[in-house]
């Protein structure tokens, strides 16, 4: 079962706009990552933010994170069709295993 | 590309079989974790070697066994498929520094 829940499931916007994708957990945790999947291939990493960040920026990522309420957020700003994908929080909260919430799909309409 | 790669691509077996899906690390990555991905679902991590020693596992039965080899080369080993076991299997790979780990592109297993 999964200790991540990630919402919405599914994100369907036009280039330009925004995305905002959210997650859950239940324990405390390290630090906690987000990555990026192409149609069932290998993931790859976006970025990291500590347990003790609550803001973190890379290009047009922003990655808030909430340690009181367990929640994070992905927001992708000026979106484009080539970030079409699947997006996983996954966080660690003992030795280096990731525990990976269910992700959203995000489809950007060109 | 993360100079972590895993064969073979793709691999169909039937139920009952055993299989070996193998895994070449980033040179120096003495860190190599195995996950499983449901279609439609986050990976769940099954194992972890470091130094070629399991060093944490997942919520998955015996019959899923691994190893790891001092080139940066690891495996992982299903014996007695089951249906349920068809999904993409994943490596990734860790140095000494940081917390990133590095995805290798999958194998997609399909038991039938």
């Known amino acids: 079962s999964q200790q991540g829940e990630e919402d919405p499931q599914a994100l369907s916007i036009q280039e330009g706009e925004n995305a905002t994708m959210n997650c859950s957990y239940k324990t405390s945790i390290n630090n906690l990552q987000w990555y990026r999947q192409n149609s069932g291939r290998g993931l790859v990493h976006l970025i990291l933010i500590r347990s003790n960040e609550r803001e973190k920026h890379s290009g047009r990522l922003r990655v808030t994170l909430d340690t009181s309420k367990k929640s994070s957020s992905l927001l992708i700003t000026a979106s484009r069709a080539a970030d079409t994908a699947s997006y996983f929080c996954a966080f660690n909260n003992a030795g280096n295993m990731l525990t990976f919430g269910g992700g959203t799909r995000l489809m950007v309409k060109p | 590309e993360t100079g972590v790669t895993q064969s073979p691509t793709h691999l169909i077996k039937t139920r009952g079989q055993q299989v070996t899906l193998r895994c070449s690390s980033q040179s120096g990555h003495n860190t190599v974790s195995w996950y499983q991905q449901a279609l439609g679902q986050g990976p769940q991590f099954i194992f972890q070697y470091y130094r070629e020693e399991e060093n944490g596992r997942g919520n998955f039965p015996p019959r899923f066994s691994g190893l790891q080899f001092p080139n940066y080369s690891s495996e992982l080993n299903v014996n007695a498929l089951e249906l349920d076991d068809s999904a993409l299997y994943l490596c990734?790979?860790?140095?000494?520094?940081?917390?990133?780990?590095?995805f290798g592109p999958g194998t997609r297993l399909t038991v039938l």
């Open positions: 990734a790979s860790k140095g000494s520094l940081g917390n990133e780990q590095f």
